[in-house]
């Protein structure tokens, strides 16, 4: 009853602003609203196959038609602000701003209606309670990559500059507004300072702020050409602006206080720990070596009370910078420790960008906190980053007396692509034999690395925070694609062997192990014929033998004793279709853009006479590769395709998700796979927070709760009374 009132309403403003004005905005809105209203009401009847379960309500299908029901909801709003102002008699410079208004809207309902177009392809092509095609399934012998390819391809051509403009944030909570347009606006400013290699350009964006802030169609036109041209080199020098001195240390003033907040360098050195399943036995964990060769790594210690271990002279010697808060006795060692993986996309940020919730949370946990500064992607891609996570996590279980924890309890967290860390260094751990997490906590984390089609991925269309050009760009980075070198890849997982550190794998890989005078050597070979590398005395590097699963030709030379390689041949280059400006009758009726029938046959996503607004000017560079690199593939990378002995072999996994975050489905999906396994799992799907609602706990209430949640949660896996 709601919807058919909301829509009611809709038309009622739109037919008699159309009356009023010769303006087309006014008659597209009518008609695209009698497509959205049935193709909505068949969505409300299929999106509750795909939630976790009937209490945990949330899915990409339903965040699509949420997102459409508030346009829907937002243009009602616009129409009615334009037929009062008309009816009050209202100047022409504000009768021209509502009319720039409801343009806007009918530009974004077109887009919505094109999306949920693109939803019912995927529902067409998926296995029945799937979210992401799969190999081999879908409705219509369409296999993973026809579906995936159509709608990517048709989705990266689809113009999204008035999501940007005055329809900016329409899908989230009014508090968080204001900051998603100083976002946008901050972004835009700076990108179009950054062509100039202007080393001031951080200043100069301030005098470009302005125009941007008064034009928001010249906001959107820009933002849309900036995700879709500018290079991960951009992204990664943006986002690294939370690391700015001045913004860091406003940022300290308003956190909690602690006690310790030290940056320690942790130098690369080979570690001993026991097996789980023998103590008895030990096994070797060496320091990460793939791409660069060994080197420290950064790890940033919070606590918010002084405990035993951590004033040692053994940390000091580790110590780059401190931060001591008031003095005070040193407590006991704490039985509990997380260890927290940032995230950033794979390529920026530190820890230092995220210390406003790890300090509320090291204070929540009444437990230290170890934040790992990963190597970053793309001079760094997969397994650098991996390999520095499991080692700080083995490090600090080794070396936990220094941290002023006894490790009892160790639980790792991690947030975005942190979160895809956690999950891979937790599988990483099983594989090698040493003790598992006590639990893991993982928000919104993105857990199939490729440009893989699904209903809540659709929204980067929208989200302000992860434009899909952008997302598509920091998968590729992180697997090694992209203009970061020919990708070497393999597939399989490692475990532990007859030496301690072996290989075992899911039929791709074949491995043999043995050592001589202090040398390992390896030697394996993919059946699929994806690679072959024959390893000879390595000499100090025993790092590589268990990390690189996706390596760059040139991190292999000058440090691994490389004997012979055969490189996965290029992929193909795709033709990119030709964007269409077709136009739609306004008389069409609603019920053909979506039927009862989803298995039925066609491959053109979109009802006659309908099709997207598409950019003007040159088609945008493609945004991924089809087929995805096979480095992709690897349950390290991508979880959600980890066996299911392996996730059932998953410590206790706490998901925190987002219903409007484009990543949603990751969650969602895993949590699927794992509930039907039997493993231990839970979901929280939270309302109207975007992506990365952590770093934005003192700008809304609702980010503050949600990162409140997550130490709940953490403090139930660490035993912490509540």
């Known amino acids: 009853l709601a919807s058919q009132l909301l829509f009611s309403s809709l038309r009622s403003s739109s037919s008699s602003n159309a009356r009023f004005f010769s303006t087309s905005a006014s008659r597209q809105i009518l008609t695209h609203s009698r497509h959205l209203e049935p193709a909505l009401r068949h969505f409300s009847r299929v999106f509750p196959r795909f939630d976790l379960d009937a209490g945990t309500p949330g899915n990409g299908y339903r965040s699509l038609a949420l997102a459409a029901r508030r346009l829907v909801a937002h243009s009602a709003r616009r129409c009615r602000a334009l037929e009062s102002a008309r009816r009050q008699s209202a100047g022409k410079a504000a009768l021209s701003r509502h009319a720039a208004e409801l343009e806007a809207c009918a530009a974004g309902l077109a887009q919505v209606r094109a999306l949920l177009c693109l939803a019912r392809r995927l529902l067409r092509g998926s296995a029945p309670g799937e979210l992401f095609p799969r190999e081999g399934g879908g409705g219509g012998g369409e296999g993973e990559d026809d579906v995936s390819e159509l709608v990517l391809r048709e989705f990266s051509t689809m113009r999204n500059g008035c999501f940007y403009g005055r329809c900016l944030g329409f899908q989230f909570t009014p508090a968080l507004r204001p900051f998603l347009q ?26 470009t702020t302005g125009k941007f802030a008064l034009d ?4 959107g036109a820009e933002f849309e050409r900036q995700t879709q041209h500018l290079g991960i080199s ?3 020098r943006f986002w690294s602006l939370t690391e700015n001195e001045l913004l860091a240390s406003l940022a300290s003033m308003a956190a909690d206080p602690v006690d310790v907040c030290r940056l320690l360098s942790v130098p690369p050195e080979p570690l001993e720990l026991p097996l789980a399943s023998n103590p008895q036995l030990s096994v070797t964990i060496p320091p990460p070596v793939a791409h660069s060769g060994p080197a ?21 010697a580790i110590t780059l910078s401190t931060e001591r808060g008031v003095a005070s006795r040193a407590l006991p060692p704490s039985p509990s420790l997380l260890v927290h993986f940032h995230g950033g996309g794979f390529v920026a940020q530190t820890s230092r960008s995220h210390e406003l919730y790890l300090r509320a949370w090291a204070r929540d946990v009444r437990a230290p906190v170890l934040a790992v500064d990963y190597a970053l992607a793309p001079e760094s891609p997969f397994p650098r980053a991996l390999e520095e996570c499991f080692y700080a996590y083995c490090w600090a279980m080794r070396h936990c007396r220094l941290l002023g924890s006894t490790a009892s309890r160790v639980c790792l967290s991690g947030d975005s692509a942190g979160g895809n860390l956690v999950l891979a260094v937790a599988l990483r751990a099983a594989a090698v034999g040493v003790r598992a997490p006590a639990g893991l906590v993982a928000a919104y984390p993105v857990t199939l690395v490729r440009a893989a089609a699904s ?5 980067t269309l929208l989200d302000p925070l992860l434009p899909l050009g952008v997302l598509c760009r920091c998968l590729a980075a992180y697997a090694g694609e992209g203009d970061v070198g020919q990708v070497w890849g393999t597939e399989g997982m490692w ?12 039929g791709s890989l074949m491995g043999c192990w043995g050592s001589h005078r202090g040398h390992l050597w390896v030697k394996w070979g993919s059946r699929r014929d994806h690679l072959w590398v024959k390893w000879g005395s390595l000499m100090g590097h025993m790092g590589v033998t268990y990390g690189v699963l996706g390596v760059t030709q040139g991190s292999l030379m000058g440090h691994t004793g490389v004997t012979s390689i055969s490189p996965l041949p290029p992929a193909p280059k795709q033709e990119e279709p030709e964007p269409q400006e077709d136009e739609e009758d306004e008389e069409g009726e609603g019920p053909d853009d979506v039927t009862d029938d989803v298995t039925a046959e066609g491959e053109e996503p979109y ?32 979880p959600l395709l980890a066996p299911d002995e392996q996730l059932r072999a998953l410590p206790p996994l706490h998901l925190v998700a987002c219903a409007l975050d484009p990543l949603l489905d990751d969650s969602v999906a895993l949590a699927r796979r794992m509930r039907a396994l039997g493993a231990h799992v839970t979901l929280r799907v939270l309302p109207d927070l975007p992506h990365g609602f952590l770093s934005l706990a003192p700008l809304s209430a609702g980010s503050a709760r949600a990162a409140g949640l997550c130490a709940r949660l953490i403090r139930v896996l660490t035993g912490t009374p509540i």
């Open 216 to 219: 928001p169609e010249l906001r």
């Open 455 to 459: 209903p809540s991925r659709l929204l």
């Open 495 to 506: 475990g532990r062997g007859g030496c301690g550190v072996g290989i075992w794998g899911d």
């Open 607 to 638: 009802p006659d006479r309908f099709r997207p607004l598409r950019p003007r000017g040159p088609s945008p560079p493609p945004l991924f590769r089809v087929p995805p690199s096979p480095i992709a593939r690897s349950p390290l990378v991508s």
């Open 296 to 316: 420290p790594i950064r790890m940033r210690l919070l606590s918010h009370r002084l405990r035993q271990g951590q004033d040692s002279a053994a940390l000091s």
């Open 182 to 207: 100083t976002i946008t606006i901050g972004l835009v400013s700076f990108g179009e300072n950054y062509s100039k290699e202007d080393p001031g350009v951080s200043a100069s964006s301030l005098f």
């Open 234 to 236: 951009f992204w990664k």
